[in-house]
Every structure is written in C-alpha cells, then in structure tokens.
C-alpha cells in the first residue's frame, strides 16, 4: 500500500519508482502496484483541469481525435469503484517537480465535452469528476499550491495565459463560481484570470490610475484582484467581474463602495472582455 503526505514534492525519477509506472503521459497505470497515477502539468498541458466545490473535473486521455471510454486509462479510470484501483493524483507547476495533492475517489460518472485537442481539431473528450478520499486539504498544503500556481503562472507566456483564459471564459459561461473546502471554507478563484488582468493593468491601478505604490519581491508592480460584485454575493469570477486595484483602492471598494466607482469597473472589466472576445 503506497502512503504519501499531502503536498509531497517528487521528481518523475522517484514517482516512477514508487508507483512502478510509466515515466510518460498524464495517466499512468501500474499492475504491479494496482494504483493509476493522474497528473495535471500547469506547465505544458492542453486540457484544463478544474477544481470545483470540492470536485476535480479531470480530461481523459487522448490528445488527438475522440476520446474513448473503452480504451486505455480512461475505461480503468471510470470503473474504479469496481476494478480496485487506487487513484493518485499529482499536479506540476515546476519542471520535474509532482505536487501530490492526494488519492482520489470517483465522485459521479464521466460525461462528455468538446476540447480543442493539440491538433488545435475539435475533438470529444470524457470529463471525470473526482473527489479526495480524505475529503479536504489542510491550510499548509492549500497555501504552498497556490503560491506555486502564481509563480507557474508568471512563466507563462501572453498567448499561453490568454488560451487558458479563454478556456476559462467559455466555461464560465455555463458553471457557478466555485470552491473548495479546507479547515475553513474558501472559494475558489482562477489564478490564470487575476494574472491575466494584472497584465492588462499595466501596473496601474483601474479605479485611480496611478502607479502601484510598490513592487513585490519579484519587482513586479504590486496590485489587487477585486471582484466587482463579491463572490459571497453571487458574483463570478469571470473577466468582466474583475478589476487590478492598488491597495488602498481596493480598501475603498470594500468600505465605501461607491456607485459611480462601481460603474466605472464594470466598464473597465467589460471592454477587456469584448476585447478578448475579438480575440477568440
């Protein structure tokens, strides 16, 4: 029985020995082990993984052509409660670096969607919504995976980000604002979404248009997401409902909100938005 810590940080090297699996590819099963390992790469992959009140929406394999529910990984991925497999589950943010984030259960039954696959060929692909066994994160292992999304994230080139933002857009269209449960309930915000407008930015603050008032550690421009109408209020985290403010700024927004400065948001967020939609 293979036992790992949550957060646990392996090379493919170690992975491949403790699980005694395939070095390649983002579903990987050992006989010898009776466990299937899933990886989600930040770095490289085309498909886009997404955590959702608690659920893990992960795409099946195959990357060119229709996917199939009776080939491969996704057949012993879809009758785990059934074959005995053990599921889990990894995801990279840096190079040769597998954050283990847990085993996972099977949360309800695949379904199918349209992707682009990497012949840039719409294909259909399964969806397999997926849980932890453990049923929640701890803080620790919440916190350093976030902080290595943000620096994945700045790796990532301008078109890479706006694909994946314009993934995001399109599924946002038809899903609520999602979340995920650790010791103390959080929701759950698209880090590729709060780049992508931070960018947009320019380094200068939407609502007063000044200059960041300083630089992180990284010497970028230091700026806040703010979501216009707040997610404890029903409000998504799309693109036409974030805003890049500077600190005190954001302070206000939350303390006066003002109804001319709520105007002049929306404005602001819905012409990135029409301008990523000309874009698509």
Known sequence: ??????????????????FLCSPQGGMS??????????????????????????????TGMGQLG????????NKTLANIEKNGVKVH????????????IGEMLKASEPYTARQLDAGKQWQQVYIFPLRLKAGELPNEVINHYENERVTSLKRLSDKKLLTKIQQQNDEAKHTKTSKMT????????????AEYVKRQAKGHCDLCEQAAPFTNKEQQPYLECHHIIWLSQN???????IVALCPNCHRKMHIVQDENDIKRLINIAYQRMQELDHKS
């Open 89 to 100: 589950y990894f995801e990279v943010f840096k190079k040769n670096e597998y954050t283990y």
């Open 66 to 73: 229709d996917q199939s529910l009776e080939s491969a990984q």
């Open 235 to 241: 409000g998504a985290d799309t693109l036409d409902n």
């Open 182 to 193: 650790v010791k103390v309930p959080r929701y759950r915000r698209s880090m590729e979404l």
């Open 1 to 18: 029985m293979i036992t790992l810590a949550q957060g646990t940080i392996l090379d493919n090297k170690k992975l491949c020995e403790l």
């Open 29 to 58: 099963k050992s006989n010898r082990t009776n466990t299937l390992v899933l990886i989600t790469n930040h770095l490289n992959s085309i498909y886009n993984d997404i955590w959702k009140d608690d659920i893990l929406y992960y």
